[in-house]
């Protein structure tokens, strides 16, 4: 499998795919560590685009605060190209911070508002960089298709607002999310997980769960439903809940009742892990 490294290679790929075969053409962007997560967005691209699909790793430096896990975040390059290859990945994107942020380079992207709420407030600065390097890797991929994970449902929300604003041609693909077999969500920073956290994180997907229970029994007062959510939470006094919050999924901004779409999201600390899960209120 074919390794690029510039975003020149990355364009003259799809470009050239494009006058060679019909067809769409689709980007997986992820930031390596790749698991059985990733490996569905890839199977997903590879059967909506064969053949056509080119996957990114790179660790983005811009989406990272000044306390968080950049120098130590996983970095498994050779596994990470295995299952790429394995999964129906034609070619893998894997830059220099150099390349993505050229010296002198003074352009980021701002997405208003949303980059404020539920892990932009958590993480300030956090969705300006992961709009920004979106935004770098669509222009330069040029694909028709881009797939990303709905456990990253507060990021989807960004990116989708930037693609419209920006009238980009690139269409989303949002995959579901993917779990363990006891229910936690998929996560390169699983990994940071001692085994007595690994089990408190399960409180995570218990939950999200409880929630969805309640609504499916007939409740829907956001209040209330999220009130049962830091109960279940309580029961690992150890996790500390960073939010738990009914939003509209397009805005971010809370709602009073959850209606169908409504996007019930929550993130915690377990140790000195950060670790995300969400579920679509049906």
Not at 98 to 122: C, H, I, Q, W
Request: charged share 25%; hydrophobic share 45%; glycine share 6%.
């Amino acid at each position: 499998m074919q390794i690029l490294r510039t975003v020149d290679e990355l364009r003259s790929w799809s470009r050239g795919e494009r006058c060679r075969k019909k067809g769409l053409s689709g980007l997986v962007p992820t930031m390596g560590a790749l698991h059985d997560g990733h490996a569905s967005l890839i199977c997903a691209a590879a059967q909506q685009c064969p053949g056509r699909v080119a996957v990114s790793i790179f660790v983005n430096p811009t989406q990272f605060g000044p306390n968080e896990d950049f120098a130590r975040y996983p970095r498994t390059f050779g596994a990470d190209s295995d299952l790429a290859e394995r999964s129906g990945a034609s070619v893998i994107f894997a830059p220099s911070v150099d390349e993505m942020y050229p010296s002198g380079a003074a352009t980021f992207v701002d997405v208003e508002g949303l980059n404020e709420r539920l892990d932009g407030k958590s993480r300030p600065g956090h969705f300006r960089g992961v709009a920004t390097v979106v935004a770098k890797l669509l222009i330069a991929a040029e694909t028709d298709l881009a797939f990303f994970g709905q456990k990253d449902a507060a990021q989807v929300s960004v990116l989708r607002r930037l693609v419209a604003d920006l009238r980009l041609a690139t269409k989303l693909v949002i995959c579901p999310i993917v779990r363990e077999a006891d229910g936690l969500a998929m996560s390169s920073r699983n990994v940071y997980l001692s085994a007595d956290e690994r089990r408190q994180a399960l409180v995570l997907n218990r939950a999200i769960r409880y929630v969805e229970e309640l609504v499916a029994s007939g409740e829907r007062e956001s209040s209330a439903l999220a009130e049962a959510a830091r109960l279940i939470f309580s029961e690992e006094p150890m996790v500390r809940p960073d939010y738990v919050e009914l939003v509209n999924w397009e805005t971010l901004l809370p709602v009073n009742t959850a209606v169908p779409g409504t996007l019930f999201a929550v993130a915690a600390w377990v140790g000195n892990t950060r670790l995300i899960d969400n579920t679509i209120i049906l």
